[in-house]
């Protein structure tokens, strides 16, 4: 059966390597593309989701603009991490298909309000400014969310942008908050789990042999962003974060994780954003979300590997 699915967005390469696997993958009916301020600014990211799916040959996807800036937060962006344009790496066309009429947001609510209830997912793949905005204006379509699987967070791995926090969580702590608190069957994918997702070179090298647009595309793009994590984390490859959250849809025997409590610090100007996660149950507070911590790494991109080459 096909999964309805919403992808919240901030492209970023690796998001589009997540919406690719998406697009890809007959198990999953993307609904639409709703796009908010994170990796780069919102002007660039909408354009950068719309990039993605012409080079998927999928101009019919409707891509919204959401969120400029957090909830209470200045907008903090990664173009150290990115590039210049989020996208950088591979040369792009610009997109000719327009943006969708409307804002991501009330997308969002239209949607969990007009779908079948419990049957519309939530895939988050960057801060969560758009969820947040759409639970607090229309609190009716909390319960109506299948499920909510987004990257975000880490425990083990404890911060990529600050010692404490991970980027999707740093840069909207107080959205972060309410989507942590909602009650929505939450999934997710820390960096615990997406550190594992390396794309050593023979995993590039096998995307680049696919000869396609979509599979030379992805390596040229994990051939820019895994500078700055080879350099880093001195690793075998660049990190997937944001595919684990399509992979995980798809295959979720690849992953394993614990049900735990994880709460977000929203008081703290040290170590704002931290995910705190009670991996080892040292707390007696209730458990909300399923924090994923291994991967099968070689059957995660073995998938990816099949995907992309059902592209153009
Ligand atoms: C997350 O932050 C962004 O840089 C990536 O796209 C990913 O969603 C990793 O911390
Ligand atoms: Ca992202």
């Avoid at 793949?125 to 699987?149: K, M, S, Y």
């Avoid at 969580?169 to 909602?182: G, L, M, Q, T």
Wanted: glycine share 8%; hydrophobic share 45%; aromatic share 6%.
């Amino acid at each position: 059966m096909n999964r309805k699915i919403i992808i919240d967005t901030d492209p970023g390469q690796d998001d589009a390597v997540a919406i690719l696997l998406a697009l890809a993958s007959p198990e999953l009916e993307v609904l639409g593309l709703t796009c908010v301020a994170g990796n780069v600014p919102l002007g660039l990211t909408q354009k950068n989701a719309r990039i993605v799916c012409e080079l998927a040959k999928r101009p019919d996807i409707k891509v919204f603009s959401g969120c400029e800036v957090p909830l209470e937060r200045e907008l903090v962006t990664a173009e150290h991490v990115h590039g210049k344009t989020g996208l950088d790496g591979p040369d792009l066309p610009d997109p000719t298909m327009e943006l969708a009429d409307g804002h991501a947001v009330d997308f969002l609510i239209d949607t969990l309000r007009s779908q079948p209830s419990g049957s519309v997912t939530l895939c988050p793949l960057g801060p969560l400014t758009n969820v947040a905005t759409a639970f607090t204006r229309a609190p009716d379509i909390v319960e109506r969310v299948q499920e909510i699987v987004l990257m975000g967070g880490a425990y083990f791995e404890v911060g990529n942008i600050t010692p404490t926090a991970e980027f999707n969580i740093y840069v909207d702590p107080e959205a972060a908050d309410i989507v942590f608190k909602s009650g929505v069957t939450l999934t997710v994918m820390p960096l615990d789990v997406t550190h594992k997702a390396l794309v050593t070179k023979p995993r590039n090298d096998a995307f680049r042999a696919l000869g396609n647009a979509a599979g030379i595309a992805v390596a040229q793009m994990t051939d820019f962003f895994e500078r700055f994590d080879l350099a880093k984390y001195g690793s075998d490859g660049a990190p997937l974060h944001d595919p684990c959250v399509t992979a995980y849809l798809i295959r979720p025997d690849l992953f394993t994780g614990r049900f735990v409590n994880v709460e977000i610090e929203t008081g703290s100007e040290l170590t704002r954003g931290m995910s705190v996660a009670d991996w080892w149950g040292v707390t007696d507070r209730t458990p909300n979300a399923t924090f994923i911590g291994d991967i099968d790494a070689d059957g995660f991109f073995a998938l990816l590997t099949e995907r992309l080459a059902r592209l153009p």
